[in-house]
């Protein structure tokens, strides 16, 4: 699970002199080119408020982050652009950036890529076992006098959520649950943290619930999903597969298809 934690990126913008974390995003190569996915309403703020990016490198200091151009789910109909509501009706809330050469070798010193062969973009995502990995800003904690931030990733394995939904997510591709108390592998009862700033994460595969746990081998383990949306009141997390951001690549960059195709047709 770690080489998915290193893949897993926090987003920060500079608010008063202090870098203020905005949400996560998971690092993909695709040939020569360097992505990171996340939920659309994420990379809203760089694309279109201005806002500037950046993350951290093992040390807590800020690295920033050179977007060349970010493609997203588009704005539904009737929104603003640049109201803060606008993605409350997009059912896919989902985005990729493409990171410039120098950004990207800045990151490798710390931070590693996702392959394409640790997606999969056929995952039967009405069963099995899935690992949510971000960084929830209750888990943030901000240094002011030195420029620094600490936070921390929240791993929280879970499973689908098959309950009531909200008439907003009757088409919703993934619903996880996320109760408001888990159990340690102790067998202690355990808060969980509020998860605003996940938006952006990776969900994982960890098990398809057909093999037995002690056939589980590394390579199961596979990218299905981006989480954008949580519903406090039912307790369930909202996300969109993760094929839908690589139709995104695959429709505004053409000079990828053959790496793509070598792994699978999108």
């Excluded at 997390?237 to 690549?249: C, D, E, H, K, S």
Aim: aromatic letters at 10%; one cysteine or more.
């Amino acid at each position: 699970m770690y080489e998915i934690v290193r893949c897993t990126i926090p987003f920060y913008g500079w608010v008063d002199g202090c870098p203020v974390q905005n949400g996560t995003g998971v690092l993909l190569q695709i040939g020569d080119l360097s992505f990171v996915l996340a939920a659309a309403h994420v990379l809203d703020y760089p694309a279109i408020h201005g806002i500037s990016y950046l993350t951290i490198n093992e040390h807590g200091h800020a690295v920033p982050l050179h977007l060349k151009k970010v493609i997203t789910s588009p704005v539904p109909p009737g929104c603003q652009p640049k109201a803060s509501d606008m993605r409350d009706d997009d059912p896919w809330d989902i985005g990729i950036a493409e990171l410039s050469l120098e950004t990207a070798n800045n990151l490798r010193t710390f931070w590693r890529f996702a392959q394409l062969r640790q997606i999969d973009l056929g995952c039967d995502t009405q069963r099995g076992t899935f690992l949510v990995a971000g960084y929830p800003l209750a888990l943030t904690h901000s240094n002011v006098a030195d420029r620094t931030t600490d936070t921390k990733v929240l791993r929280y394995i879970t499973g689908i959520y098959d309950g009531d939904r909200e008439d907003r997510d009757t088409n919703a591709q993934l619903l996880l649950e996320y109760p408001e108390h888990n159990v340690t592998s102790g067998g202690d009862a355990t808060g969980v943290p509020q998860p605003r700033g996940l938006s952006g994460c990776g969900i994982w595969r960890l098990n398809d619930n057909v093999h037995h746990s002690s056939q589980w081998q590394s390579s199961d383990l596979k990218l299905v999903g981006i989480q954008h949306r949580w519903r406090q009141s039912r307790r369930y997390l909202v996300g969109t597969r993760v094929r839908y951001a690589l139709q995104l690549i695959c429709k505004y960059y053409p000079e990828l298809h053959a790496a793509m195709n070598l792994v699978f047709s999108v």
